[in-house]
């Protein structure tokens, strides 16, 4: 199941890992004032999106949105990839589930790598906040960036880790 906590409590509780070095890599770079990457993502707009690749086949998602409420929101999981989503600035609750408890609603595989689950009732909430993670496993099953409260402005780092 999903590991979460800050940035340095996720990287410890991985231990050395292989698998995410190109990721941590990166974000200790987006997370260093002044660094390319930091300005990089500091300058995105709302409502865009950029992909840097990354060694090993691990990609990121630098994204900057508005935060929405849960009934515009949706539950994916994914089968390629395990995400690593690292709040930059802002908060947001990602809610999560035991794919074994959804329903697939439409399955996007493998071109998009998403599988789209019915809604459910219920869930755990995670409250990310900037510094904060969460690693998600393909039994995740997650619906991210729902609000807190107000739909707020939220900075927010997705690495894609290859499923080995």
């Not at 231990?15 to 990457?37: I, R, T």
Request: hydrophobic share 40%; glycine share 8%; proline share 5%.
């Amino acid at each position: 199941m999903a590991i979460f906590g800050s940035l340095a409590t996720v990287r410890e509780q991985l231990g050395p890992s292989k698998s995410f070095e190109a990721a941590f890599a990166y974000l200790d770079d987006c997370f260093h004032p002044g660094s390319a990457a930091n300005l990089r993502l500091q300058q995105i707009p709302e409502g865009k999106s950029e992909r840097i690749e990354l060694a090993g086949g691990a990609f990121a998602l630098e994204q900057v949105y508005r935060t929405k409420t849960r009934a515009d929101g949706f539950f994916e999981s994914h089968r390629a990839y395990i995400d690593v989503q690292v709040v930059v600035s802002g908060e947001e609750f990602i809610e999560v589930l035991d794919t074994a408890g959804l329903q697939v609603k439409e399955d996007r595989t493998p071109a998009k790598d998403v599988l789209i689950y019915h809604m459910p009732d219920t869930a755990s909430a995670l409250r990310l906040r900037a510094g904060e993670a969460a690693v998600l496993y393909p039994v995740d099953g997650h619906m991210p960036s729902v609000s807190t409260g107000q739909p707020s402005l939220v900075r927010k780092i997705v690495v894609k880790v290859p499923v080995k």
